[in-house]
């Protein structure tokens, strides 16, 4: 073991301890179980894909596959929801029982305090006002705080674990670490080390899973409204400058504007007319590209007008339990829906380049892969017979 491997260790054991004291101090129910739930996604899908899914071959078994993992992804999400608000539930009702256990106690401290104060005891009011009364979660709190210090241990791991392994595979990929490269002294004994022979092949399916809950939690958490909104802002800024170009290009009452603002232009830049002649421009025609403008920037005041207050009409509808819901789905769902489509066309632009000797290192990284691997050697899009060759791509190396 190199000093480099040594250093990659340390780093992972220390962000997971100091994840693990962070999670102690805040609990299960107020931090993030993403990284559980990658983990635990990975380790059912990947192994299951390889070794049950991927027999079936072609396009069935990477539907199968992307779907069963999109699903896992869903149910996971899930059943830590329902974990943490069903413990968060215990802790809430397991502190009203402390609290009407010490209510005796807080009354008498009150009147007390009280009691000092009007005999201006300053020296027990003091005292009796630093005593604190604290609500106990009890046994679920305790659960509470371990719960939290394997998610946060796992999630401070997780994120070393990944940022080191891309890291790696994209010296990898380099040649920099290979026989005669300039890194082949401090990390080539890495890349021949059994640990990395077997984690090198789950990479990109952690990677590919956690997008997708990434996709998920956001998509869920803006909702299809908020997407679906967003793009038709982009459509009226777009149509606007159109519209406001195709009137002060043809109707006739800018037209007549142009005209008129055409002879002010001459003067004003009569030291430049050899410049504007010689990238085509007219006098009349930078008149109508001014007056374009200015319509284009009223209409733009409105849009935005519009864009301000719409989301917080949509805020309000969301406000019901029921739209909130059915409205996060459809917005999970067309954000992974769009990824995926991401992912597939720049995983075929990829393996449209796999007969190039350069990507023998990266193709080696899927040879075990069980999700990631219908993003690029068994492309979906591929199977379908879609996007199968680049033609323009193919000539470079050629």
């Not at 299951?48 to 079936?56: D, E, G, H, K, T």
């Not at 256990?101 to 300053?122: F, H, P, V, W």
């Not at 026989?179 to 990109?204: E, M, P, T």
Request: charged content about 15%; overall charge positive; aromatic content about 12%.
């Amino acid at each position: 073991m190199n000093i480099l491997s040594i250093v990659i260790i340390a780093l992972v054991a220390l962000s997971a301890f100091t994840g693990a004291v962070i999670g102690v101090v805040k609990g299960f129910t107020k931090v993030n179980s993403w990284a559980v739930e990658l983990i635990l996604t990975g380790l059912i899908i990947i192994p299951v894909s390889y070794r049950a899914i991927a027999p079936l071959g072609g396009s069935l078994a990477a539907i199968i596959t992307l779907g069963v993992t999109v699903a896992l992804v869903y149910a996971m999400l899930g059943l830590f929801k329902l974990f943490r608000f069903g413990l968060n539930s215990r802790i809430e009702l397991r502190k009203k029982l402390s609290y009407y256990r010490q209510y005796d106690e807080i009354e008498d401290n009150t009147e007390k305090i009280l009691c000092a104060m009007g005999s201006e005891d300053k020296k027990a009011f003091k005292k009796l006002a630093k005593r604190k009364f604290k609500q106990s979660g009890g046994v679920w709190g305790g659960i509470d705080r371990v719960f939290g210090m394997i998610a946060l241990a796992l999630k401070g791991a997780v994120i070393a674990g990944i940022i080191s392994a891309v890291s790696l595979a994209i010296i990898d990929f380099s040649r920099l670490a290979a026989d005669g490269g300039s890194l082949n002294g401090a990390l080539g004994g890495i890349y021949v080390s059994g640990a990395w022979a077997f984690f090198k092949n789950y990479i990109f399916d952690f990677i590919v899973i956690g997008i997708f809950s990434l996709c998920i939690r956001n998509g869920f958490a803006g909702g299809l409204s908020s997407s679906a909104w967003g793009l038709i802002v982009l459509g009226m800024v777009a149509g606007s400058a159109v519209l406001s170009f195709h009137l002060a290009f043809t109707a006739p009452e800018f037209l007549s504007a142009a005209a008129k603002m055409e002879g002010s232009l001459a003067n004003s830049l009569a030291g430049v007319g050899d410049v504007l002649e010689a990238v085509g421009l007219t006098y009349n025609k930078l008149a109508q590209i001014i007056i374009g403008l200015i319509i284009f920037v009223f209409m733009l005041i409105a849009v935005i007008l519009i864009a301000v207050f719409v989301p917080k009409l949509i805020d309000k509808a969301r406000d019901g339990v029921i739209f909130r819901s059915i409205d996060g789905v459809l917005g999970a769902i067309a954000l992974t829906a769009v990824v995926v489509g991401l992912l597939l066309v720049v995983g075929a632009l990829a393996n449209s380049l796999r007969g190039q000797e350069f990507m023998d290192v990266f193709s080696a990284y899927f040879a075990k892969s069980g999700v990631a691997t219908y993003f690029y050697d068994k492309n979906l899009l591929n199977s379908f017979g879609v996007l199968t060759e680049f033609p323009l791509i193919g000539t470079w190396f050629n």
